[in-house]
């Protein structure tokens, strides 16, 4: 009989047990013998200049191993910063000290570390820290970064505040489009900062061995070969000197991964410096002023539209604040760029993004990374267009969707869709919200005084980016028949090591139980890239693919000489080697291991050992897509605004486990829920932040959230071996322009147009009562 396929089904995760039962390990938990502890004292000011630094007094507390400042960084002759180099015509460089040197450009930016032997007096020395500080103006948003005699936030550097300023699109094809239109619309946009407020704050252990010359750092990641390189960039230490371990990781979102914090080279030299392990661990409101931000962008767009309602052109000036230093290069911008055209047919596409240093916390990756700036710009502007033009917006929607037919699609801004099905999801969307009877609901319930409101976010994002970002896998058989499995990927709650074991025990006929998962360590793999932008599967689980097609060839040369018989007779099905013909007479894969490591008997051409190690680079983006429809209700005394339902139709390509994929779309959901009516990160005109606690950031809560109604369609990607695609990040793509469509179309008997995010209840109660006057 043979095996049952485990990949596609819903197996529950096998990580969770041991984190239901406490016995998760996080960077925190971590006590080496000897530990000593960090506290970083930050600049209180957002801009200013250091005039000195008084240590005297830290240092003779009792309890206090040292204090340091840029100073012992630069005696002790190491680089002590990053240097992120333009990549682009129109990108400025940008230099941020591991400690600040000379100036500080937000609250927050570190400026000495002290050491202690406990935790608590860490934290009280910072007090006796003396810093004397010159204040210079700052400048708390990109418009005061703008204006023609703004402060300069990095003095000597520049004549502006402009980090990037670059154009993408044929400007002159769309201004073409836009002549030849008969319908212009324009609308201003914001995608406001916000932060990711991970479970676990950030966290760095340092362990340094002068037995080995090396450095052991466990933090809390999702990229430890990525945090090597920066821990080697800073310190100027070879990579093969630094050893990464993520160890249990409460949640990332993007704000652990793809650019770099100063506390990693930091701890890590301290380590060395002092010999002895040392830790640091962030609390709630120094991560509020230090953690990386993310979004940050401000969109005018317009879109071109013909007579019949098909969409000729649409154009976006961008401004993003990147904060006070470009952490992660043009990465935002190109992803704004990468979905322009959303999933539509637009065949005229301009946009210029200005990248802009304000006195504030840098802007880095959160969960979409450019993605759902992209697709609110484009998504507004659709449903804007339809109401303008007196439009149902499903049907605007429909007859611009890129058809299934058009497929692989080229954008006009060059990007290459897949695949896709984009009419079946809405049309499953729409069936699960019963649409007529809603838009009938919707003007009973006019009549009687309670306005409900239904908005539509039709999405394509960009996931397991390729070519050139490669992932690495490893699969070893023991002697003793245990079965390893290393991939570069590092899982910080996705489940990884349940669908990696799904994969390959279909692959290599193997039970789920009998394969250890590693990942997160940067010594097990010479490569890693590891886990955001929804790739780990995409792109991490092919290279586990990859592993197990040279694992089953070697073993057919094992099978070969023991079957006596051509290797290309030699079939594998279900764990089982045999002659095709003869399955009668058969040799498990876990026997072939066992005689790899044989001493006599296998031919000398065979190599010993049954293990496979390969990286997989893919050729394209997997694009997955989807419809997610919200319906409100908002009351019009109080402005309160109820989200009502939420639908998600998801493609995310051919699913491992549904289960899995089913927990991705309800958190990501939660945080576009999130970011449409709660979140926001506030600064004042200075650059001083007014959003440091959770008791003036708002976070969704389990009330605010209805049950997720949630279905799927599945279109394989065509040039990966599993036909899958990315999910992690599609509910956070497409939750915000649903909500704030379905507000504005709830809005509409007072004829409001827009309104940004979050939208609070008192926005609301305050656009109706400026209309009623």
């Not at 002790?76 to 460089?93: A, L, N, T, Y």
């Not at 304000?358 to 449903?383: F, H, K, M, Q, W």
Request: hydrophobic share 35%.
């Amino acid at each position: 009989m043979a095996k049952t396929k485990v990949s596609g089904a819903k197996i529950p995760r096998f990580e969770d047990i041991p984190l239901i039962k406490g016995e998760g390990k996080y960077t925190d938990d971590f006590q080496p013998d000897g530990l000593a502890y960090a506290a970083i004292l930050r600049s209180q000011h957002a801009h200013a200049k250091i005039v000195s630094i008084d240590v005297e007094v830290a240092n003779k507390m009792e309890g206090v191993v040292a204090v340091y400042t840029s100073e012992d960084l630069e005696n002790d002759q190491i680089p002590g910063m990053f240097h992120v180099k333009g990549s682009f015509e129109g990108q400025r460089d940008s230099k941020f000290s591991i400690l600040a040197r000379e100036y500080v450009r937000y609250t927050g930016e570190p400026i000495a570390v002290v050491i202690a032997d406990d935790r608590y007096v860490a934290h009280e020395a910072l007090s006796l820290v003396g810093v004397k500080y010159e204040r210079l103006e700052s400048n708390g948003d990109v418009w005061s970064s703008m204006v023609e005699d703004a402060p300069i936030v990095h003095i000597g550097e520049g004549e502006d505040n402009i980090a990037l300023d670059w154009e993408y699109g044929d400007k002159k094809s769309t201004r073409e489009a836009f002549d030849d239109a008969e319908h212009i619309f324009e609308l201003d946009m914001v995608n406001q900062k916000l932060h990711p407020d991970a479970m676990e704050p950030r966290s760095v252990i340092a362990d340094y061995s002068e037995d080995t010359g090396r450095v052991t750092v466990k933090t809390s990641t999702q990229t430890p070969h990525g945090i090597r390189k920066n821990i080697s960039i800073a310190l100027g230490l070879s990579e093969d000197h630094i050893r990464v371990i993520a160890p249990d990781v409460g949640g990332g979102f993007g704000s652990k991964g793809g650019s770099p914090y100063v506390e990693d080279p930091l701890i890590s030299w301290c380590s060395i410096q002092l010999k002895r392990p040392v830790k640091w661990t962030g609390r709630r409101s120094e991560a509020h002023h230090s953690d990386h931000h993310g979004r940050g962008f401000f969109v005018k767009g317009k879109i071109a539209v013909g007579k019949s309602g098909k969409i000729k052109g649409i154009e976006f000036e961008v401004v993003f604040d990147i904060g006070a230093y470009l952490v992660w290069g043009k990465t935002p911008a190109a992803n704004f760029r990468h979905l322009s055209s959303g999933a539509y047919q637009i065949p005229a596409i301009y946009g210029n993004v200005k990248g802009i240093f304000t006195n504030t916390a840098p802007v880095g990756p959160y969960r979409g990374a450019g993605r759902p700036e992209a697709i609110y710009s484009v998504e507004r502007l659709v449903d804007y267009a339809a109401r303008e033009m007196g439009m149902d917006p499903v049907e605007f929607r429909r007859m611009n969707l890129v058809p299934l037919e058009a497929f692989p699609y080229e954008t006009a801004v060059g990007m290459t869709y897949d695949s896709g099905n984009y009419e079946l999801a809405l049309d499953k969307a729409l069936e699960m919200l019963d649409y007529d009877k809603t838009r009938n609901l919707q003007e009973e319930l006019r009549e009687r005084g309670r306005y409900i409101g239904i908005g539509f976010s039709t999405f394509v994002e960009n996931t397991g980016t390729g070519p050139s970002v490669p992932e690495s896998g490893k699969i070893i058989f023991e002697e003793d028949g245990n079965v390893k499995v290393y991939c570069g990927t590092a899982d910080h709650g996705q489940g990884h090591k349940t669908a990696f074991r799904q994969i390959l025990s279909d692959k290599l006929g193997l039970p789920m139980d009998s394969m250890d998962i590693y990942e997160g360590d940067s010594d097990a793999l010479e490569h890693g890239v590891g886990t955001f932008g929804s790739r780990s599967i995409a792109v991490g689980a092919s290279a586990l693919v990859k592993c197990a097609e040279i694992i089953i060839d070697k073993s057919k040369q094992i099978a070969s000489w023991y079957f006596e018989a051509p290797v290309e007779d030699i079939g594998f099905e279900d764990g089982d080697f045999f002659v095709v013909g003869s399955k009668d007479k058969s040799i498990k894969i876990g026997k072939i291991a066992m005689m790899s490591y044989e001493d006599g008997g296998l031919p000398e051409e065979i190599e010993r050992g049954l293990e496979a190690e390969a990286l997989y680079d893919p050729v394209s983006n997997a694009y997955s897509f989807g419809t997610h429809i919200a319906v409100v209700e908002i009351d019009a005394e109080s402005g309160e605004v109820k989200l009502e339902r939420y639908i998600a139709v998801d493609d995310c390509g051919v699913q491992i486990n549904p289960l899995l994929v089913e927990g991705q779309l309800h958190g990501g959901s939660v945080q576009g829920i999130g970011q449409a009516l709660y979140e926001k990160t506030v600064y004042d005109s200075t650059g001083n932040l007014l959003t440091g606690t959770l008791q003036d950031y708002a976070l969704p809560r389990t009330f605010h959230i209805p049950d997720i109604e949630l279905g799927s369609t599945v279109t394989p990607c065509p040039h990966n071996p599993l036909g899958s695609k990315g999910a992690g990040e599609s509910g956070a793509i497409a939750a915000p322009p649903a909500i704030v469509n379905a507000v504005i179309d709830a809005l509409q008997p007072w004829g409001i147009k827009s309104m940004d995010m979050p939208i609070t209840d008192e926005s609301v109660w305050q656009a109706i009562k400026e209309k009623k006057i």
